[in-house]
């Protein structure tokens, strides 16, 4: 070979010999794989684009049966669901793509209303994706714990339950329901309403801090109203509610856009935030510091449980059968219950 011709490299073999280390741990690094350090990734890359090396990443995923995509899947209900344009959704889906885009993944989006049984099945072995991240259990926990038996590679972000089959990830429900209504009960509000879907099981178990809150004073809550968790839906039934019966001096709201729905239909009957009624929302996305008054919400950390999910999910792609993991709830005071 000539004095100063580089060495022709047409292999993951020939990089493996430059760098000094096994032909899967190039393989590994050329795919993004956290199994290996960051040290290492960065010179087996640096070779790599030197000698003008690219993976033949078509070729590798049919050999390994690899899609190199992830499905970030909505399991919305027919009823009583929400809008893929719920700020909570946005906001969760953003964090979700930031991680799984930085590991060298695809992200699919699938909506799903379930008019199928079997609808998660199909999609588990549709061959699109190496694993799934579901956002919610809606009122499929059967298909979840069924799917789960048999496929590995899927985290769920909702309600945790002792006993079940997945992985999950979701915040202290429970905790939050619970400290939104000690918050407004501690401040002299004894008429509380509780706004949300109970079909859902993170929103059944806010209900259930609601109600333990309530145990704990001795106070009957004022009424607890099944609300959509669509911005109009759960306007209407906001505003049906009031117009029929006494107006609590209270609102526990299953979500920040029902909090804002259930604004907009005190303010249409005269009676103000928080003068009259104080109203607590849930999750803190970006809107809540932004609607008139602010809204006190129980915020849930939506970055971290990102992060966590997705780190869980490739942990089940390599193997590691990971535990579930329950987030603090944090109550944020703003204007609409000071």
């Not at 350090?37 to 640096?46: E, F, K, L, M, W």
């Not at 099945?121 to 549709?126: D, I, T």
């Not at 059967?142 to 309600?159: C, D, K, L």
């Not at 299953?254 to 935030?273: F, M, N, P, Y």
Request: charged share 20%; proline share 5%.
């Amino acid at each position: 070979m000539p004095t100063g011709a580089k060495l022709a490299v047409t292999s993951i073999s020939d990089i493996a010999r430059l760098a000094g280390v096994s032909a899967s741990t190039v393989s590994r690094a050329l795919s993004g794989s956290t199994m290996i350090s960051v040290a290492t990734r960065a010179r087996i890359n640096d070779l790599a684009r030197e000698h003008g090396f690219q993976l033949n990443q078509m070729a590798r995923n049919l050999r390994l049966r690899r899609t190199n995509a992830i499905g970030v899947v909505l399991p919305l209900g027919r009823a009583m669901g929400q809008l893929v344009s719920d700020p909570f959704f946005l906001t969760m889906l953003g964090h979700l793509a930031d991680g799984i885009t930085v590991r060298g993944y695809d992200v699919l989006i699938a909506r799903i209303v379930q008019d199928e049984p079997d609808w998660l099945e199909v999609l588990a072995s549709s061959g699109r994706v190496d694993g799934l991240i579901l956002i919610g259990q809606s009122t499929e926990q059967a298909a979840i714990e069924r799917v789960a038996t048999n496929y590995r590679p899927m985290v769920v972000w909702g309600e945790y339950r002792e006993g079940q089959g997945y992985c999950s990830v979701g915040t202290d429900n429970v905790a939050g329901g619970a400290m939104a209504s000690r918050h407004l009960l501690g401040s002299g509000r004894k008429r509380l309403l509780f706004a949300g879907d109970p079909d859902i099981p993170e929103i059944r178990a806010r209900h259930a801090g609601f109600l333990a809150a309530h145990r704990e004073v001795g106070i009957e809550p004022h009424h607890v109203l099944a609300t959509p968790l669509s911005p109009e839906g759960a306007y209407r039934r906001l505003s049906d509610y009031l117009a029929a019966n006494e107006p609590p001096d209270g609102i526990v709201a299953a979500s920040d856009v029902v909090a804002a729905a259930a604004i907009r239909a005190l303010g249409e009957r005269g009676l103000s935030v928080p003068d009259a009624v104080s109203v607590v929302g849930y999750d803190d996305v970006p809107m809540a510091a932004q609607l008139t008054p602010r809204l006190t919400t129980v915020r849930q950390d939506l970055r971290r449980g990102a992060e966590e999910l997705v780190d869980r999910l490739f942990r089940r792609l390599d193997g590691d059968a990971c535990d579930s993991h329950i987030l603090p709830a944090e109550l944020v005071v703003r204007g609409s219950a000071p």
